[in-house]
Nanobody, 115 residues
């Protein structure tokens, strides 16, 4: 079973930047499309960004132009560069397969945007 470990979350001021990382165990990472998801208390987990095995990307309208997803298959890692952060980006961020998040969810990484 693949294990996912997210990191890079922090407290940041509005307008700031963060880079999240998600490391996956196992050798099959590279064949799957991956996604970054986020969740706030009382709300359903939402999809933020996706990247195919070949590197094609897509973004939710709420983050388009501010977030960039990328991957390094040699390191079994997917990244999320977040710029121009807003208070509404505050959430716990997770990664998983896309479109079917079939691996066990990791612990997530908390991003808090506040002055």
């Amino acid at each position: 079973q693949v294990q996912l470990v997210e990191s890079g979350g922090d407290l940041v001021q509005p307008g700031g930047s963060l880079r999240l990382s998600c490391a996956a165990s196992g050798s099959i990472f590279s064949i799957y499309a991956m996604g970054w998801y986020r969740q706030t208390p009382g709300k359903q987990r939402e999809l933020v960004a996706t990247i195919t095995s070949g590197g094609n990307t897509n973004y939710a309208d709420t983050v388009k132009g501010r977030f960039t997803i990328s991957r390094d298959n040699a390191k079994n890692t997917v990244y999320l560069q977040m710029n121009s952060l807003k208070s509404e980006d505050t959430a716990v961020y997770y990664c998983n397969r896309y479109p079917y998040p079939g691996w066990s969810w990791g612990q997530g990484t908390q991003v808090t945007v506040s002055s």
